[in-house]
Protein backbone atom coordinates (compact mmCIF):
# COMPACT_ATOMS: atom_id res chain seq x y z
CA UNK A 1 0.00 0.00 0.00
CA UNK A 2 2.77 2.57 1.04
CA UNK A 3 4.17 1.70 -2.29
CA UNK A 4 1.37 2.68 -4.44
CA UNK A 5 0.57 5.72 -2.81
CA UNK A 6 4.74 6.89 -3.27
CA UNK A 7 4.51 6.01 -6.81
CA UNK A 8 1.05 8.10 -7.52
CA UNK A 9 3.04 11.19 -7.79
CA UNK A 10 5.60 9.98 -10.10
CA UNK A 11 4.16 11.06 -13.67
CA UNK A 12 3.53 14.81 -12.30
CA UNK A 13 6.99 14.78 -10.70
CA UNK A 14 8.64 13.81 -14.00
CA UNK A 15 6.63 16.19 -15.76
CA UNK A 16 7.96 18.76 -13.46
CA UNK A 17 11.40 17.55 -13.87
CA UNK A 18 10.82 17.84 -17.88
CA UNK A 19 9.27 21.34 -18.00
CA UNK A 20 12.27 22.58 -15.87
CA UNK A 21 15.06 20.95 -17.89
CA UNK A 22 13.78 22.12 -20.98
CA UNK A 23 13.00 25.78 -19.61
CA UNK A 24 16.98 25.56 -18.42
CA UNK A 25 17.95 24.65 -21.82
CA UNK A 26 15.56 27.30 -23.60
CA UNK A 27 17.42 29.88 -20.73
CA UNK A 28 21.00 29.05 -21.41
CA UNK A 29 20.30 29.96 -25.41
CA UNK A 30 18.54 32.89 -24.61
CA UNK A 31 21.20 34.10 -22.26
CA UNK A 32 24.33 34.14 -24.10
CA UNK A 33 21.67 35.27 -26.86
CA UNK A 34 21.34 38.45 -24.91
CA UNK A 35 24.04 38.66 -23.31
CA UNK A 36 26.37 38.53 -26.90
CA UNK A 37 23.31 41.31 -28.02
CA UNK A 38 23.85 43.81 -25.43
CA UNK A 39 27.64 43.83 -25.89
CA UNK A 40 27.24 44.76 -29.70
CA UNK A 41 24.37 47.23 -28.89
CA UNK A 42 26.61 48.81 -25.89
CA UNK A 43 29.27 49.70 -27.82
CA UNK A 44 27.40 50.96 -30.63
CA UNK A 45 25.19 53.35 -29.16
CA UNK A 46 28.51 54.24 -27.38
CA UNK A 47 29.96 54.90 -30.59
CA UNK A 48 26.46 56.61 -32.28
CA UNK A 49 26.49 58.84 -29.20
CA UNK A 50 30.04 60.26 -29.41
CA UNK A 51 28.68 63.65 -30.58
CA UNK A 52 25.20 63.06 -28.65
CA UNK A 53 22.57 60.79 -29.30
CA UNK A 54 20.01 62.41 -32.13
CA UNK A 55 17.29 61.10 -34.23
CA UNK A 56 19.85 59.89 -37.14
CA UNK A 57 22.22 58.05 -34.44
CA UNK A 58 18.62 56.61 -32.65
CA UNK A 59 18.07 55.50 -36.40
CA UNK A 60 21.09 53.97 -37.49
CA UNK A 61 20.91 51.77 -33.94
CA UNK A 62 17.17 50.36 -34.76
CA UNK A 63 18.17 48.79 -37.77
CA UNK A 64 21.37 47.54 -36.14
CA UNK A 65 19.48 46.35 -33.88
CA UNK A 66 17.50 43.52 -34.72
CA UNK A 67 19.80 41.69 -37.60
CA UNK A 68 21.98 41.95 -34.18
CA UNK A 69 19.53 40.13 -32.22
CA UNK A 70 18.84 37.24 -35.12
CA UNK A 71 22.78 36.60 -35.09
CA UNK A 72 22.81 36.73 -31.45
CA UNK A 73 19.97 34.03 -31.48
CA UNK A 74 22.10 31.80 -33.89
CA UNK A 75 25.14 32.25 -31.69
CA UNK A 76 23.16 31.05 -28.28
CA UNK A 77 21.61 28.27 -30.21
CA UNK A 78 24.89 27.16 -31.60
CA UNK A 79 26.29 27.42 -27.98
CA UNK A 80 22.97 24.92 -26.75
CA UNK A 81 23.57 22.62 -29.55
CA UNK A 82 27.75 22.35 -28.91
CA UNK A 83 27.10 21.80 -25.11
CA UNK A 84 24.62 19.49 -25.98
CA UNK A 85 26.60 17.66 -28.13
CA UNK A 86 29.40 17.46 -25.67
CA UNK A 87 27.79 16.40 -22.72
CA UNK A 88 25.26 13.84 -24.13
CA UNK A 89 21.88 15.71 -23.71
CA UNK A 90 18.63 14.77 -25.49
CA UNK A 91 15.06 15.93 -25.77
CA UNK A 92 13.54 16.29 -22.26
CA UNK A 93 10.79 13.68 -22.16
CA UNK A 94 10.92 11.75 -25.53
CA UNK A 95 11.14 8.32 -24.70
CA UNK A 96 13.80 6.58 -27.24
CA UNK A 97 12.76 3.91 -29.74
CA UNK A 98 14.26 0.60 -29.13
CA UNK A 99 15.98 -0.51 -31.95
CA UNK A 100 14.63 -4.34 -31.87
CA UNK A 101 10.90 -3.17 -30.98
CA UNK A 102 8.46 -5.35 -32.81
CA UNK A 103 6.28 -2.75 -35.09
CA UNK A 104 2.61 -3.39 -35.44
CA UNK A 105 1.53 -0.42 -37.13
CA UNK A 106 1.37 0.51 -40.71
CA UNK A 107 2.66 3.62 -42.31
CA UNK A 108 1.80 5.15 -45.80
CA UNK A 109 5.31 6.56 -47.48
CA UNK A 110 4.31 9.32 -49.80
CA UNK A 111 6.41 11.10 -52.49
CA UNK A 112 4.51 14.10 -53.80
CA UNK A 113 5.57 15.33 -57.34
CA UNK A 114 5.23 17.79 -59.51
CA UNK A 115 7.08 17.31 -63.02
CA UNK A 116 10.02 15.73 -61.49
CA UNK A 117 12.29 13.30 -62.85
CA UNK A 118 10.50 9.63 -62.65
CA UNK A 119 13.63 8.27 -62.78
CA UNK A 120 15.06 10.13 -59.99
CA UNK A 121 12.22 10.10 -57.23
CA UNK A 122 11.64 5.79 -58.61
CA UNK A 123 15.36 5.12 -57.49
CA UNK A 124 15.01 6.59 -53.86
CA UNK A 125 11.90 4.79 -53.52
CA UNK A 126 13.36 1.30 -55.10
CA UNK A 127 16.27 1.71 -52.61
CA UNK A 128 14.16 2.21 -49.60
CA UNK A 129 11.27 -0.16 -49.90
CA UNK A 130 14.45 -2.50 -50.67
CA UNK A 131 15.47 -2.13 -47.35
CA UNK A 132 12.13 -2.09 -45.67
CA UNK A 133 11.99 -5.27 -47.19
CA UNK A 134 15.33 -6.47 -46.49
CA UNK A 135 14.40 -5.89 -42.63
CA UNK A 136 11.02 -7.97 -43.13
CA UNK A 137 8.96 -4.69 -42.73
CA UNK A 138 7.63 -4.53 -46.40
CA UNK A 139 3.89 -5.86 -45.04
CA UNK A 140 3.90 -2.77 -42.75
CA UNK A 141 4.74 0.25 -45.20
CA UNK A 142 2.54 0.93 -48.51
CA UNK A 143 4.25 3.51 -51.42
CA UNK A 144 2.10 6.65 -52.38
CA UNK A 145 3.58 8.60 -55.61
CA UNK A 146 0.94 12.01 -54.92
CA UNK A 147 1.27 13.57 -58.56
CA UNK A 148 0.30 17.02 -58.95
CA UNK A 149 1.86 17.23 -62.97
CA UNK A 150 0.38 19.09 -65.27
CA UNK A 151 1.72 17.25 -68.58
CA UNK A 152 0.26 14.27 -70.00
CA UNK A 153 3.52 12.59 -71.33
CA UNK A 154 5.40 13.36 -67.86
CA UNK A 155 1.95 11.73 -66.06
CA UNK A 156 2.83 8.19 -68.44
CA UNK A 157 6.35 8.45 -67.70
CA UNK A 158 5.04 8.52 -64.02
CA UNK A 159 2.37 5.54 -63.93
CA UNK A 160 5.54 3.43 -66.16
CA UNK A 161 7.79 3.76 -63.47
CA UNK A 162 4.65 2.72 -60.92
CA UNK A 163 4.49 -0.01 -62.75
CA UNK A 164 8.27 -1.03 -62.49
CA UNK A 165 8.81 -0.37 -58.56
CA UNK A 166 5.20 -2.45 -58.28
CA UNK A 167 7.12 -5.27 -60.42
CA UNK A 168 10.32 -4.88 -58.44
CA UNK A 169 9.22 -4.36 -54.76
CA UNK A 170 7.12 -6.59 -52.52
CA UNK A 171 5.18 -3.91 -51.30
CA UNK A 172 1.95 -1.80 -52.80
CA UNK A 173 2.90 0.71 -54.18
CA UNK A 174 0.22 3.08 -55.77
CA UNK A 175 -0.24 6.47 -57.84
CA UNK A 176 -2.38 9.29 -57.92
CA UNK A 177 -2.65 11.75 -60.33
CA UNK A 178 -5.00 14.99 -59.06
CA UNK A 179 -6.62 16.32 -62.08
CA UNK A 180 -7.18 19.80 -60.12
CA UNK A 181 -4.12 20.54 -58.02
CA UNK A 182 -5.28 22.92 -55.77
CA UNK A 183 -3.40 23.92 -52.85
CA UNK A 184 -0.17 22.12 -54.29
CA UNK A 185 1.69 20.09 -52.37
CA UNK A 186 0.07 20.66 -49.22
CA UNK A 187 -3.42 20.46 -50.86
CA UNK A 188 -2.17 16.99 -52.64
CA UNK A 189 -1.53 15.53 -49.12
CA UNK A 190 -4.15 16.74 -47.83
CA UNK A 191 -6.46 14.99 -50.51
CA UNK A 192 -4.62 11.89 -49.52
CA UNK A 193 -5.82 12.45 -45.80
CA UNK A 194 -8.96 12.60 -46.45
CA UNK A 195 -9.25 9.71 -48.83
CA UNK A 196 -7.35 6.98 -47.33
CA UNK A 197 -5.32 7.94 -44.17
CA UNK A 198 -7.62 6.15 -41.81
CA UNK A 199 -6.59 3.16 -43.10
CA UNK A 200 -2.73 4.08 -41.71
CA UNK A 201 -1.19 4.78 -38.72
CA UNK A 202 1.50 7.26 -39.55
CA UNK A 203 1.94 8.98 -42.70
CA UNK A 204 5.89 9.18 -43.90
CA UNK A 205 5.74 12.28 -46.18
CA UNK A 206 9.36 12.90 -48.55
CA UNK A 207 10.17 15.32 -51.08
CA UNK A 208 11.32 14.36 -54.50
CA UNK A 209 14.68 14.27 -53.53
CA UNK A 210 14.24 12.25 -50.17
CA UNK A 211 16.07 9.97 -48.99
CA UNK A 212 16.05 7.89 -46.16
CA UNK A 213 17.39 4.19 -45.24
CA UNK A 214 14.82 1.61 -44.53
CA UNK A 215 16.83 1.48 -40.53
CA UNK A 216 15.85 5.54 -40.01
CA UNK A 217 12.29 4.53 -41.35
CA UNK A 218 12.14 1.70 -39.15
CA UNK A 219 13.37 3.73 -36.10
CA UNK A 220 10.63 6.71 -36.64
CA UNK A 221 7.82 4.36 -36.60
CA UNK A 222 9.41 2.66 -33.50
CA UNK A 223 9.44 6.56 -31.76
CA UNK A 224 5.83 6.74 -32.46
CA UNK A 225 4.94 3.74 -31.30
CA UNK A 226 6.92 4.29 -27.88
CA UNK A 227 5.52 7.93 -27.52
CA UNK A 228 1.56 7.90 -27.81
CA UNK A 229 1.81 11.94 -27.16
CA UNK A 230 3.50 12.32 -30.72
CA UNK A 231 2.19 14.31 -33.63
CA UNK A 232 5.20 14.33 -35.72
CA UNK A 233 8.70 13.37 -35.08
CA UNK A 234 11.42 15.01 -37.79
CA UNK A 235 14.86 14.31 -38.76
CA UNK A 236 17.35 16.57 -39.58
CA UNK A 237 17.73 15.56 -43.20
CA UNK A 238 21.21 16.32 -44.70
CA UNK A 239 22.57 17.35 -47.64
CA UNK A 240 23.84 15.24 -50.44
CA UNK A 241 24.51 13.67 -53.71
CA UNK A 242 25.55 17.20 -55.49
CA UNK A 243 28.43 18.08 -57.25
CA UNK A 244 28.83 21.71 -58.74
CA UNK A 245 30.64 23.79 -56.59
CA UNK A 246 27.80 25.44 -54.89
CA UNK A 247 26.15 22.60 -54.16
CA UNK A 248 29.33 20.78 -52.35
CA UNK A 249 29.71 24.28 -50.20
CA UNK A 250 26.45 23.72 -48.98
CA UNK A 251 26.98 20.04 -48.24
CA UNK A 252 29.91 20.88 -46.45
CA UNK A 253 28.38 23.85 -44.85
CA UNK A 254 25.44 21.72 -43.67
CA UNK A 255 27.91 18.63 -42.79
CA UNK A 256 29.85 21.04 -40.64
CA UNK A 257 26.71 22.85 -39.20
CA UNK A 258 24.04 21.11 -38.53
CA UNK A 259 25.03 18.51 -35.60
CA UNK A 260 25.09 21.25 -33.41
CA UNK A 261 22.38 23.36 -35.35
CA UNK A 262 19.92 20.49 -35.17
CA UNK A 263 21.00 19.23 -31.14
CA UNK A 264 20.70 23.07 -30.59
CA UNK A 265 16.95 22.72 -32.08
CA UNK A 266 15.86 19.53 -30.78
CA UNK A 267 17.18 20.98 -26.63
CA UNK A 268 15.32 24.31 -26.45
CA UNK A 269 12.45 23.62 -28.23
CA UNK A 270 11.50 19.98 -26.48
CA UNK A 271 7.85 19.07 -27.63
CA UNK A 272 7.15 22.30 -29.26
CA UNK A 273 8.85 21.36 -32.10
CA UNK A 274 8.30 22.31 -36.09
CA UNK A 275 7.95 20.93 -39.29
CA UNK A 276 10.35 21.49 -42.34
CA UNK A 277 7.44 19.87 -45.06
CA UNK A 278 9.49 16.17 -45.47
CA UNK A 279 11.39 13.51 -44.06
CA UNK A 280 8.84 13.69 -41.42
CA UNK A 281 6.85 11.39 -39.69
CA UNK A 282 3.08 12.06 -38.84
CA UNK A 283 0.32 10.54 -36.74
CA UNK A 284 -2.73 10.07 -39.21
CA UNK A 285 -5.21 10.53 -36.79
CA UNK A 286 -3.81 13.38 -35.54
CA UNK A 287 -2.80 14.96 -38.57
CA UNK A 288 -6.83 14.52 -40.09
CA UNK A 289 -7.94 15.96 -37.08
CA UNK A 290 -5.93 19.08 -36.52
CA UNK A 291 -3.76 20.36 -39.61
CA UNK A 292 -6.49 21.66 -42.44
CA UNK A 293 -5.24 24.76 -43.55
CA UNK A 294 -7.72 27.41 -44.06
CA UNK A 295 -7.46 29.82 -47.20
CA UNK A 296 -6.06 33.40 -46.49
CA UNK A 297 -8.70 35.90 -47.17
CA UNK A 298 -7.75 37.88 -50.47
CA UNK A 299 -5.32 36.95 -53.73
CA UNK A 300 -1.25 35.78 -53.79
CA UNK A 301 1.05 37.38 -52.85
CA UNK A 302 -0.54 37.38 -49.46
CA UNK A 303 -3.32 35.62 -49.48
CA UNK A 304 -4.54 32.43 -51.17
CA UNK A 305 -2.83 29.04 -50.80
CA UNK A 306 -0.47 29.06 -47.55
CA UNK A 307 2.93 28.39 -49.43
CA UNK A 308 4.97 27.84 -46.60
CA UNK A 309 2.70 25.31 -45.18
CA UNK A 310 4.97 23.54 -42.71
CA UNK A 311 5.17 25.67 -40.12
CA UNK A 312 1.60 26.25 -39.94
CA UNK A 313 0.10 22.46 -39.82
CA UNK A 314 2.91 22.19 -37.06
CA UNK A 315 1.62 24.61 -35.57
CA UNK A 316 -2.27 23.55 -36.04
CA UNK A 317 -0.61 20.37 -34.46
CA UNK A 318 0.65 21.72 -31.28
CA UNK A 319 -2.45 24.15 -30.49
CA UNK A 320 -4.62 20.91 -30.48
CA UNK A 321 -2.25 19.20 -28.00
CA UNK A 322 0.25 16.96 -29.90
CA UNK A 323 3.43 17.08 -29.24
CA UNK A 324 6.11 17.70 -32.10
CA UNK A 325 9.72 16.19 -31.90
CA UNK A 326 13.19 16.46 -33.44
CA UNK A 327 15.68 13.38 -33.37
CA UNK A 328 18.70 15.27 -34.87
CA UNK A 329 20.50 11.54 -33.76
CA UNK A 330 18.82 9.59 -36.49
CA UNK A 331 21.10 9.84 -39.74
CA UNK A 332 20.93 8.28 -42.63
CA UNK A 333 18.05 11.07 -43.94
CA UNK A 334 18.76 13.08 -47.10
CA UNK A 335 18.11 15.88 -49.28
CA UNK A 336 19.35 17.25 -52.20
CA UNK A 337 20.27 21.24 -52.24
CA UNK A 338 19.47 23.31 -56.10
CA UNK A 339 22.68 23.03 -57.89
CA UNK A 340 23.36 26.87 -58.61
CA UNK A 341 23.09 29.90 -57.07
CA UNK A 342 20.04 30.98 -59.19
CA UNK A 343 18.47 27.73 -58.67
CA UNK A 344 18.59 28.45 -54.99
CA UNK A 345 17.22 32.06 -55.00
CA UNK A 346 14.62 30.78 -57.21
CA UNK A 347 13.52 28.36 -54.54
CA UNK A 348 14.05 31.42 -52.17
CA UNK A 349 11.79 33.74 -53.79
CA UNK A 350 9.01 31.06 -53.06
CA UNK A 351 9.91 30.45 -49.32
CA UNK A 352 10.14 33.99 -48.96
CA UNK A 353 6.82 34.83 -50.21
CA UNK A 354 5.38 31.78 -47.72
CA UNK A 355 7.21 32.75 -44.95
CA UNK A 356 6.06 36.67 -44.58
CA UNK A 357 2.22 35.01 -45.27
CA UNK A 358 2.98 34.09 -41.84
CA UNK A 359 2.59 37.75 -40.82
CA UNK A 360 -1.23 37.02 -41.30
CA UNK A 361 -1.25 33.56 -38.88
CA UNK A 362 0.47 35.37 -35.69
CA UNK A 363 -2.74 35.96 -34.86
CA UNK A 364 -4.57 33.21 -35.17
CA UNK A 365 -6.16 32.28 -31.50
CA UNK A 366 -4.83 29.47 -29.04
CA UNK A 367 -1.44 28.97 -30.79
CA UNK A 368 1.23 27.82 -28.72
CA UNK A 369 3.79 30.26 -27.62
CA UNK A 370 6.98 28.46 -29.06
CA UNK A 371 4.78 27.88 -32.40
CA UNK A 372 4.52 31.60 -32.76
CA UNK A 373 8.63 31.74 -31.90
CA UNK A 374 8.74 29.24 -35.15
CA UNK A 375 6.09 31.65 -37.25
CA UNK A 376 8.90 34.90 -36.38
CA UNK A 377 11.81 33.13 -37.01
CA UNK A 378 10.87 32.22 -40.13
CA UNK A 379 9.97 35.74 -41.42
CA UNK A 380 12.80 37.49 -39.51
CA UNK A 381 15.15 35.18 -42.00
CA UNK A 382 13.82 37.43 -44.89
CA UNK A 383 13.02 40.40 -42.80
CA UNK A 384 15.90 41.26 -41.85
CA UNK A 385 17.58 41.69 -45.50
CA UNK A 386 15.74 45.54 -46.25
CA UNK A 387 17.23 46.61 -42.80
CA UNK A 388 20.89 45.54 -43.92
CA UNK A 389 20.65 47.04 -46.89
CA UNK A 390 18.68 50.39 -45.44
CA UNK A 391 21.51 50.13 -42.64
CA UNK A 392 24.48 50.30 -45.67
CA UNK A 393 22.84 52.77 -47.70
CA UNK A 394 21.32 55.12 -44.45
CA UNK A 395 25.16 54.84 -43.29
CA UNK A 396 26.52 56.29 -46.34
CA UNK A 397 24.05 58.75 -47.11
CA UNK A 398 24.07 59.94 -43.21
CA UNK A 399 27.90 59.98 -43.32
CA UNK A 400 28.40 62.51 -46.55
CA UNK A 401 26.30 65.23 -44.74
CA UNK A 402 27.91 64.56 -41.34
CA UNK A 403 24.66 63.61 -39.76
CA UNK A 404 26.58 60.58 -37.72
CA UNK A 405 29.57 61.09 -36.28
CA UNK A 406 31.16 57.47 -34.90
CA UNK A 407 33.52 56.83 -32.13
CA UNK A 408 36.41 55.17 -34.46
CA UNK A 409 38.00 53.16 -31.61
CA UNK A 410 33.90 52.17 -30.41
CA UNK A 411 32.55 51.57 -34.01
CA UNK A 412 35.49 49.14 -34.37
CA UNK A 413 34.76 47.42 -31.45
CA UNK A 414 31.32 46.92 -32.13
CA UNK A 415 32.00 45.61 -35.92
CA UNK A 416 34.35 43.42 -34.20
CA UNK A 417 31.58 42.24 -31.62
CA UNK A 418 29.12 41.75 -33.89
CA UNK A 419 31.51 39.25 -36.61
CA UNK A 420 32.46 37.38 -33.43
CA UNK A 421 28.97 36.63 -32.89
CA UNK A 422 28.40 35.88 -36.56
CA UNK A 423 31.09 33.34 -36.83
CA UNK A 424 30.20 31.89 -33.90
CA UNK A 425 28.14 29.33 -34.58
CA UNK A 426 30.70 28.46 -37.46
CA UNK A 427 33.74 28.69 -34.41
CA UNK A 428 31.77 26.57 -32.62
CA UNK A 429 30.77 24.08 -35.42
CA UNK A 430 34.38 23.67 -36.35
CA UNK A 431 35.22 23.02 -32.94
CA UNK A 432 32.69 20.58 -32.33
CA UNK A 433 33.99 18.60 -35.87
CA UNK A 434 37.51 18.64 -34.55
CA UNK A 435 36.63 17.05 -31.41
CA UNK A 436 35.04 14.15 -33.38
CA UNK A 437 36.85 11.47 -34.30
CA UNK A 438 34.65 10.07 -37.00
CA UNK A 439 33.41 12.69 -38.43
CA UNK A 440 36.97 14.99 -38.56
CA UNK A 441 37.67 11.75 -40.70
CA UNK A 442 34.84 11.83 -42.55
CA UNK A 443 35.55 15.15 -43.98
CA UNK A 444 39.44 14.70 -44.74
CA UNK A 445 40.66 15.00 -41.65
CA UNK A 446 41.69 17.70 -39.78
CA UNK A 447 43.68 19.93 -41.84
CA UNK A 448 40.97 19.48 -44.69
CA UNK A 449 38.06 20.54 -42.06
CA UNK A 450 39.89 23.92 -41.28
CA UNK A 451 41.16 24.93 -45.01
CA UNK A 452 37.55 23.99 -46.31
CA UNK A 453 35.88 25.70 -43.50
CA UNK A 454 38.54 28.98 -43.69
CA UNK A 455 37.10 28.40 -48.32
CA UNK A 456 33.65 27.97 -47.30
CA UNK A 457 33.40 31.33 -44.88
CA UNK A 458 35.41 33.38 -47.55
CA UNK A 459 32.79 32.60 -50.42
CA UNK A 460 29.57 32.79 -48.25
CA UNK A 461 31.12 36.40 -47.23
CA UNK A 462 31.60 36.77 -50.74
CA UNK A 463 27.91 35.80 -52.20
CA UNK A 464 25.87 36.80 -48.96
CA UNK A 465 25.34 40.60 -50.16
CA UNK A 466 24.14 39.34 -53.60
CA UNK A 467 21.70 36.35 -51.47
CA UNK A 468 21.10 39.68 -48.80
CA UNK A 469 20.06 41.85 -51.88
CA UNK A 470 17.66 39.37 -53.53
CA UNK A 471 15.64 38.59 -50.27
CA UNK A 472 15.19 42.42 -50.03
CA UNK A 473 14.30 42.69 -53.44
CA UNK A 474 11.48 39.90 -52.84
CA UNK A 475 10.33 41.70 -49.87
CA UNK A 476 9.98 44.98 -52.45
CA UNK A 477 8.04 42.53 -55.12
CA UNK A 478 6.12 41.03 -52.24
CA UNK A 479 4.80 44.66 -51.34
CA UNK A 480 4.46 45.53 -54.63
CA UNK A 481 2.05 42.61 -55.51
CA UNK A 482 3.96 40.04 -57.43
CA UNK A 483 3.16 36.27 -56.76
CA UNK A 484 5.96 34.07 -57.11
CA UNK A 485 3.49 31.10 -58.62
CA UNK A 486 4.94 27.33 -58.09
CA UNK A 487 7.11 26.25 -60.69
CA UNK A 488 8.37 22.88 -61.48
CA UNK A 489 12.31 22.61 -59.36
CA UNK A 490 15.38 22.82 -60.89
CA UNK A 491 17.49 19.82 -59.34
CA UNK A 492 19.79 18.88 -62.67
CA UNK A 493 22.94 20.89 -62.92
CA UNK A 494 24.04 23.02 -65.82
CA UNK A 495 26.12 25.72 -67.21
CA UNK A 496 25.18 29.22 -66.46
CA UNK A 497 24.53 31.75 -69.41
CA UNK A 498 26.41 35.22 -68.91
CA UNK A 499 23.29 36.86 -70.44
CA UNK A 500 21.22 35.78 -68.12
CA UNK A 501 23.29 35.76 -64.82
CA UNK A 502 24.19 39.70 -65.36
CA UNK A 503 20.06 39.99 -66.10
CA UNK A 504 20.14 38.67 -62.65
CA UNK A 505 22.36 40.75 -61.45
CA UNK A 506 21.54 44.40 -62.95
CA UNK A 507 20.80 45.47 -59.76
CA UNK A 508 23.66 44.32 -58.15
CA UNK A 509 26.30 46.15 -60.58
CA UNK A 510 24.37 49.28 -60.29
CA UNK A 511 24.55 48.89 -56.58
CA UNK A 512 28.35 48.27 -56.63
CA UNK A 513 29.22 51.00 -58.50
CA UNK A 514 26.64 53.60 -56.27
CA UNK A 515 28.46 52.25 -53.58
CA UNK A 516 31.97 52.69 -54.62
CA UNK A 517 31.37 56.00 -55.58
CA UNK A 518 29.88 57.01 -52.24
CA UNK A 519 33.35 55.04 -50.98
CA UNK A 520 35.25 57.60 -52.69
CA UNK A 521 33.02 60.38 -51.69
CA UNK A 522 33.41 59.88 -48.10
CA UNK A 523 36.73 59.58 -47.93
CA UNK A 524 36.87 58.08 -44.38
CA UNK A 525 38.87 54.80 -44.07
CA UNK A 526 36.19 53.13 -41.97
CA UNK A 527 33.22 54.23 -44.15
CA UNK A 528 35.20 53.09 -47.47
CA UNK A 529 35.27 49.67 -45.77
CA UNK A 530 31.50 49.60 -44.54
CA UNK A 531 30.81 50.16 -48.12
CA UNK A 532 33.32 48.31 -50.25
CA UNK A 533 32.44 45.14 -48.70
CA UNK A 534 29.22 44.77 -49.88
CA UNK A 535 30.50 46.42 -53.40
CA UNK A 536 33.23 43.25 -53.60
CA UNK A 537 30.24 41.18 -52.91
CA UNK A 538 27.73 42.81 -55.54
CA UNK A 539 29.89 43.20 -58.11
CA UNK A 540 31.40 40.03 -58.02
CA UNK A 541 27.96 38.54 -58.21
CA UNK A 542 27.77 37.23 -61.54
CA UNK A 543 31.37 35.68 -62.00
CA UNK A 544 30.72 33.76 -58.30
CA UNK A 545 27.26 32.44 -59.74
CA UNK A 546 28.93 31.05 -63.02
CA UNK A 547 31.80 30.09 -61.57
CA UNK A 548 30.12 28.10 -58.67
CA UNK A 549 27.75 26.48 -61.49
CA UNK A 550 30.21 25.30 -63.71
CA UNK A 551 31.44 21.85 -64.18
CA UNK A 552 35.15 22.94 -64.83
CA UNK A 553 35.40 24.54 -61.32
CA UNK A 554 33.43 21.64 -59.66
CA UNK A 555 36.11 19.60 -60.82
CA UNK A 556 38.87 21.62 -59.89
CA UNK A 557 38.11 22.13 -56.19
CA UNK A 558 36.77 18.23 -55.57
CA UNK A 559 39.28 18.69 -52.81
CA UNK A 560 37.74 21.05 -51.15
CA UNK A 561 34.59 20.67 -49.43
CA UNK A 562 34.61 16.96 -48.79
CA UNK A 563 31.26 15.52 -46.46
CA UNK A 564 30.98 12.06 -44.92
CA UNK A 565 28.54 11.19 -47.13
CA UNK A 566 31.00 11.72 -49.62
CA UNK A 567 34.26 10.25 -49.06
CA UNK A 568 32.02 6.89 -46.59
CA UNK A 569 29.11 6.30 -49.25
CA UNK A 570 26.49 5.18 -47.20
CA UNK A 571 24.87 1.75 -48.90
CA UNK A 572 21.46 3.62 -49.08
CA UNK A 573 23.10 6.49 -51.22
CA UNK A 574 25.35 3.60 -53.20
CA UNK A 575 22.30 1.56 -53.95
CA UNK A 576 19.84 5.04 -55.16
CA UNK A 577 22.65 5.67 -57.42
CA UNK A 578 23.15 2.16 -59.06
CA UNK A 579 19.51 2.56 -59.43
CA UNK A 580 19.54 5.55 -60.97
CA UNK A 581 21.63 4.98 -63.38
CA UNK A 582 20.33 1.31 -64.47
CA UNK A 583 16.95 3.31 -64.81
CA UNK A 584 18.15 5.77 -67.21
CA UNK A 585 19.77 2.91 -69.49
CA UNK A 586 16.72 0.79 -69.94
CA UNK A 587 14.98 0.78 -73.11
CA UNK A 588 12.54 3.36 -72.61
CA UNK A 589 11.93 7.18 -73.43
CA UNK A 590 13.94 9.83 -71.65
CA UNK A 591 12.91 9.47 -68.63
CA UNK A 592 13.36 13.34 -67.94
CA UNK A 593 10.44 15.73 -68.65
CA UNK A 594 10.70 16.85 -72.19
CA UNK A 595 9.70 20.30 -74.02
CA UNK A 596 10.51 22.17 -70.31
CA UNK A 597 11.82 25.68 -70.77
CA UNK A 598 15.47 26.38 -70.74
CA UNK A 599 16.91 25.72 -67.10
CA UNK A 600 17.80 29.61 -66.36
CA UNK A 601 14.25 30.68 -68.76
CA UNK A 602 12.57 28.52 -65.98
CA UNK A 603 14.30 30.07 -62.92
CA UNK A 604 13.46 33.51 -64.18
CA UNK A 605 9.77 32.22 -64.01
CA UNK A 606 10.07 30.93 -61.04
CA UNK A 607 11.88 33.70 -59.16
Not at 87 to 100: D, H, I, K, N, S
Not at 223 to 231: I, K, L, S, Y
Not at 265 to 273: E, S, T
Request: net charge positive.
Amino acid sequence: MDGLVDAAPAVPRRLFYRLCLVCLRRGIALTAALLGASAVLSLAGQALAADGFGAADAAALVLFTLPTLWIAWSAGHALLGFLGRRLGWTPAGLAAPQPRAPIHTRTAILMPVYEEAPAAWGANLQAMGEELSALGLAGQFDLFVLSDTRRDDVAVEEEEMRSRLAARLPMAVHYRRRQDNTGKKAGNIADFCRRWASRYDHLLVLDADSLMSGTTVAQLVRAMQANPQAGLIQTAPRLARRHSLFARLQQFSAALMSPIAATGQALWQGRDGNFWGHNAIIRSRAWAECAHLPRLSGEAPWGGHILSHDFVEAALLRRSGWEIWMLPELGSSWEETPPSLLDHLARDRRWCQGNLQHLRVLGWPKLHPVSRIHLMLGIATYAIAPLWLALVIGGALLGLTDALALDPFLAAGALMASGTLLFAPKLLALLDTLLDRTRRRGMGGAFSVILSTLAETLLTVLLAPAVLFFHARFLIELVAGRDSGWGRQQRDEADQRWGELLAWHRWHLAGAALLTALAFLTATPGMVLWLMLPAVGWASGPLLAWATAHPRVAAATRWLFRTPDERFVPETIRRAEALLQRLRQEDQPSLLPTGLPATLSARRVAA
